[in-house]
Each structure stands twice: as structure tokens, then as C-alpha cells.
């Protein structure tokens, strides 16, 4: 048996007294005869769960063993609530490589938003959700990543690991996927984010800050801010554009058959692919500006 550290307790706490809140919620609403007439109820107990359902998914990206969340979770579902000093089955080790892969996948998430919202609003008004609600999960997508960031404790190796995205520059691998969605594609992924509820994305941020983990913690670990994330991808999208209009054989001269064959070659070359940069490289390590810190008693 080994006992979860401090952080590992606070999430699996939070975790097993959600699934017991919600337990307690729905024993009242049968003992009343409301559970299928409250929309109101069934409105908070949906909330409840996919707030209980991001907390899980911080834990296990902190290295909490999945079976300890899984008890935990039971154990609030059977009504009990946590117990300080709560000790655990199991060992309680991670391998390291497997977190490191997991944030990756997250932290290339994070930058899909950053093309998604270049992509989006470049386009002009496309009818989606607010742009102000996209922007505010982005940011607590973003403070989260650094939190676990930080809980983890990256090296340099590590945290340049979970950034990359091959040999090009991530904002571009990003803009290359976003720059051909056609736009119904585009808004339903941008309301996938927009339509995030704040109690919700906001929940494993609340914890992690009640753990110990500051803002500043979660800044440091980002090596750009959210608006920064969203002006490279732009950018990537814009210079692109140009070099592919730059690159096209336009001679009045040709004929043709000529300058499609001449275009055909540019094109087959990878010629109009926008090459990594210095100075977007330089880009990617310069302090962050994070945004406003999250009030602790905001939306739960």
C-alpha cells in the first residue's frame, strides 16, 4: 500500500467528494419523487460529472495510478466521503515516459486552439460561439497545462519535447492543418471549445491552486501566453498564403501548358511550405505574458 503525496490527495479528494455530492443529490431527488421532472437538478448533477470527469483526467496527467481514482470515485458513488491520511492499494508509481507522452498530446491540443482561433477569426464572423468564451477556456486550458507542468517538474529537454511538433515549428504543423478546414468544419470545432462550460474547465485549475500550485508556477512553465500562441499561428497562416502567391508562375510569356507544368514542380518540391524560422524559434522561449489569474471563487 503506499499513500498518495499531497497533490495526489487534494485531486483524488476532490474526485471522490464530486461522485459523493452527486451521489447525495440524486438519494434526495428519489426520495422526492424529482429526479426525472428538475431540469435544474439534472442540469447541476451533468455539471457535477464532467467537472468529477476533468479532475480524473488532471490527476492521471499528474501521475495519480488510474486504480486509485477509480476506488476513489466508488468509493463517493457508495457515500462516503474522503478521509484525511486515506491510504491506497497498489503501488503508486507512473512510468515518467508515459506522462511525458500524455502532455504532449495535450500541450499539441493547446496549440490546435491556437490555430483553430487564427483560422477562425481570419475569416471573419462565421456565426460560431462568443469569441470572448473561446479565448477564456483556451486561458484555462493553458494555466492547467502549466500546472501539471510544473507538478511534474520538466526539464528543458522535457518541456521542449512536449512542445514540438516534428522538425517544423508547431504554428506551423498547426496552421498546415487548419488552413484547408472548410468553415462548417471550422465552427463546429470552434464551438467545441466555446461551448466549454466554466465550472467545468475551471474545476482542476481550483484544485491544483488550493494543492500549493500558484499562477506564477503555471506561467513559468509556459514558454508563450495564450495571444502570443494565437499572433504565430496567424502569422504562419499569413506567410504561407504569400509565399504560396509568391511562388506562382504568372509569364504572360508561357503558355499554358508550360506554367502548370513549372507550378506543378514548385508545388511537388514542398517549395511553397512556409520553412521554419529563426526568429519564430526565438518565439517559442520568450517570457510569457499569461492572462488575469483565476478567481479561486469564480463558477463552482
Known amino acids: 500500500m503506499d499513500a498518495p503525496t499531497l497533490l495526489q490527495a487534494h485531486l483524488l479528494k476532490a474526485v471522490q467528494n464530486l461522485a459523493y455530492d452527486n451521489h447525495q443529490l440524486q438519494a434526495r431527488a428519489r426520495a422526492t419523487g424529482q429526479a426525472d421532472t428538475s431540469p435544474e437538478l439534472l442540469r447541476t448533477l451533468e455539471i457535477g460529472e ?141 464551438n467545441q471549445v466555446a461551448g466549454m462550460e466554466f465550472p467545468v474547465v475551471a474545476a482542476p485549475i481550483l484544485v491544483l491552486q488550493w494543492a500549493g500550485i500558484t499562477h506564477e508556477d503555471s506561467a513559468a512553465q509556459m514558454p508563450i501566453s495564450p495571444d502570443r500562441m494565437v499572433e504565430l499561428a496567424a502569422t504562419a497562416l499569413t506567410e504561407h498564403t504569400q509565399d504560396a502567391e509568391r511562388l506562382t508562375v504568372t509569364d504572360p510569356g508561357r503558355d499554358h501548358d508550360t506554367a502548370t507544368a513549372i507550378n506543378a514542380a514548385i508545388d511537388a518540391a514542398g517549395l511553397t511550405a512556409l520553412p521554419g524560422k529563426a526568429d519564430l524559434a526565438e518565439e517559442a522561449v520568450e517570457p510569457a505574458h499569461p492572462p488575469r489569474e483565476l478567481d479561486a471563487g469564480r463558477g463552482l
Open 50 to 190: 464532467r467537472s468529477r470527469e476533468q479532475l480524473e483526467a488532471t490527476a492521471v496527467a499528474i501521475g495519480v495510478p488510474k486504480a486509485w481514482i477509480d476506488y476513489a470515485r466508488a468509493a463517493g458513488q457508495r457515500g462516503a466521503l474522503w478521509q484525511p491520511g486515506q491510504v491506497m492499494l497498489g503501488s503508486g508509481h507512473v512510468p515518467r515516459h508515459t506522462l511525458i507522452a500524455a502532455l504532449s498530446r495535450e500541450m499539441h491540443g493547446l496549440q490546435d486552439m491556437a490555430g483553430v482561433h487564427a483560422a477562425y477569426t481570419g475569416r471573419g464572423d462565421l456565426g460560431g460561439g462568443p469569441v470572448a468564451e473561446f479565448r477564456r477556456v483556451m486561458g484555462m486550458t493553458w494555466q492547467r497545462l502549466g500546472a501539471v507542468s510544473h507538478a511534474l517538474t520538466l526539464s528543458e529537454e522535457e518541456r521542449h519535447q512536449v512542445w514540438q511538433r516534428g522538425r517544423q515549428h508547431w504554428s506551423t504543423v498547426v496552421a498546415a492543418q487548419v488552413r484547408d478546414y472548410p468553415d462548417q468544419e471550422l465552427v463546429r470545432r470552434w
